[in-house]
């Protein structure tokens, strides 16, 4: 069965600091991996996707990138948080693409929550 | 602009039945779909409409009216296990999720 691990689970960084969150997916082949972010009171804003290695889109211009070294790897970092960067980061992946026809399902993380001081 | 609009916070009871709405204007749709998320937690999917009418799993049922731009999401037999947030998410024209704030639902015995 195929499982999705994120890390870690919570952080409190400084401003102006570095950030590194990791996910990888075990049991499956070839994932369409995804980073979003969920602030308290709205939805789930999707920030990067990645249909394979090395291959990354931005959905909203901002201070993070994300990056796919391997299959099953996604990470999402930034050189210098800001405090708008808080929140609560999921990494997700599914079988189909959005554009495919069918539940496009998403099976989420248990969730990164980063508090910026 | 594109909008998913849900009650932010509802309140039912124990062994009851509470119907959750979520009505959305998006640049086409592609599929509407039901998360739930408990506090902390990540989302975990719950039920996908594409075509109008009523999705039925278990206790959970799902109905869709495109041409209303509405959903909702039924609960029935209510459990204490069942408060959570319950999030709409509608698929738009360019494949892309279009995500509500989430209705939080609280189960009081």
């Known amino acids: 069965s195929q499982t999705i691990h994120q890390w870690p689970a919570t952080l409190v960084q400084p401003v102006g600091s570095p950030l590194s969150l990791e996910c990888t997916v075990e049991g499956t082949s070839n994932p369409n991996l995804y980073w979003y972010r969920q602030a308290a009171g709205r939805g789930l804003q999707l920030l990067f996707y990645s249909v394979g290695i090395g291959q990354i889109s931005s959905e909203v211009p901002q201070n993070l990138s994300a990056s796919r070294p391997q299959d099953r790897q996604f990470i999402l970092s930034s050189k210098k948080l800001l405090l708008s960067d808080s929140g609560f980061y999921l990494c997700?992946?599914?079988?189909?693409?959005?554009?495919?026809?069918?539940?496009?399902?998403?099976?989420f993380g248990a969730g990164s929550r980063l508090t910026v001081l | 602009g594109q909008n998913i609009d849900q009650p932010t916070e509802m309140t039912a009871t124990e062994g009851a039945i509470v119907q959750i709405n979520c009505t959305y204007q998006?640049?086409?749709?592609?599929?509407l779909f039901w998360y739930q998320q408990h506090a902390g937690e990540a989302p975990t999917f719950l039920s996908y409409?594409?075509l109008d009418g009523l999705e039925e799993k278990g206790r959970f049922s799902s109905f869709l009216s495109r041409s209303k731009g509405y959903s909702y999401l039924l609960l029935k037999e209510l459990q204490m296990k069942d408060s959570a947030s319950y999030l709409c998410?509608?698929?738009?024209?360019?494949?892309?999720?279009?995500w509500g704030a989430g209705t939080k639902l609280i189960i009081k015995p």
């Open positions: 997700a992946w599914s079988d189909l693409l959005a554009s495919d026809s069918g539940a496009n399902v998403l099976t």
């Open positions: 409409n594409v």
């Open positions: 998006t640049s086409g749709f592609n599929g």
């Open positions: 998410a509608v698929k738009d024209s360019n494949y892309q999720l279009i």
